[in-house]
């Protein structure tokens, strides 16, 4: 969208770009953040165990891309206890919880090759390391532990983040690990409110029986249950900082929250006197009329899917 471009380009921005942090990135960094990544910081972390050092990657995405090759700890300490687990996805600084995922059809991609130590880093130690202070937009996935690593950040920090994300788990799968309850509780008490929920999850089924019926029927037959979910939340209004004002703007955009677009925008009329917040209301009541447009093209293709699913039966 223009208005994201043309905002990121004043001199707000220039001086004091977008800070993205990914935590658990494994590779792929959030998609998300694709229009606004050449304008942005993004910090990612992808643990291994060589010497310690930053890079900055040459990459024409962002404007600059910093990853550090440690694990992320709540905790300041040299090496952490990392469970290798039968799936990469699945490894964790926490002890897969092996009794209660027995009864889910995915327990064998939790059990432990084999446990190492790798080499570990706290957020503020990374931040301090790159001599920035400030972070827009967090997101983490690191397999239990998402919220004890957000609430790390010192308050002058956590306190002017914008947007956060995080995929708590909703089943038992990690000893101690910070479940999805928690996450709503605490954000809640912290000003955001929950912009999206994706549940994620599998059968609930042991793999003793499995292997009797068969995973064709099993897959076909069971229902998945919700065991885990991708949450995103975007912070409530009350303050009056300018750039911040525009940036959680840009994030409504982003998440498809063209109404609360709209609401950041009045805002922004009533406390600055800039023309460029009646610019950004404009764009996103243009954006609601283009997509009001393609509403019945989306019910006529779920109509079809359905048809089609139903011959397939």
């Avoid at 993004?42 to 165990?49: H, K, L, N, V, Y």
């Avoid at 003793?208 to 949450?231: D, R």
């Avoid at 609401?263 to 243009?286: H, R, T, V, W």
Wanted: glycine letters at 4%; proline letters at 5%.
């Amino acid at each position: 969208m223009q208005i994201i471009k043309t905002i990121l380009q004043t001199d707000i921005f220039q001086s004091r770009p977008p800070v993205l942090v990914d935590v658990g990135a494994s590779g792929e960094i959030n998609p998300k953040w694709k229009l606004i990544a050449p304008y942005s910081i993004c910090i990612a972390f992808d643990a291994d165990d060589r010497e310690f050092h930053v890079s900055e990657q040459t990459n024409r995405s962002y404007k600059k891309l910093l990853t550090f090759n440690r694990i992320v700890t709540n905790e300041p300490v040299e090496n952490a206890d990392f469970y290798l687990t039968n799936s990469p996805f699945c490894s964790s600084l926490l002890e897969p919880d092996t009794e209660n995922l027995q009864p889910w059809i995915f327990s064998s991609l939790f059990e432990t090759e084999k446990k190492v130590k790798l080499p570990a880093i706290t957020l503020q130690r990374a931040l301090s390391k790159i001599k920035i202070n400030y972070i827009d937009w967090f997101k983490t996935d690191t397999q239990g532990t998402d919220l004890r690593l957000f609430k790390t950040l010192p308050n002058d920090i956590s306190s002017h983040i914008l947007a956060a994300e995080f995929e708590p788990g909703i089943i038992d799968a990690y000893v101690g690990e910070d479940k999805i309850y928690s996450v709503m509780e605490f954000m809640h008490r912290e000003k955001f409110w929950l912009s999206s929920m994706v549940p994620k999850g599998v059968q609930r089924l042991n793999a003793v029986y499995q292997k009797k019926l068969g995973a064709f029927v099993t897959g076909k037959i069971i229902k998945k249950s919700p065991c885990w979910a991708e949450v995103t939340y975007l912070r409530q209004p009350f303050f009056a900082d300018q750039r911040e004002i525009l940036l959680l703007y840009i994030f409504a955009l982003l998440e498809k929250q063209y109404g609360f677009a709209l609401e950041i925008a009045d805002i922004g009329s009533n406390n600055f006197q800039d023309k460029i917040f009646a610019n950004c209301k404009k764009a996103a009541l243009k954006k609601l009329r283009t997509e009001k447009w393609k509403i019945p093209f989306v019910i006529l293709k779920r109509q079809f899917n359905k048809l089609f699913a139903s011959i397939n039966d």
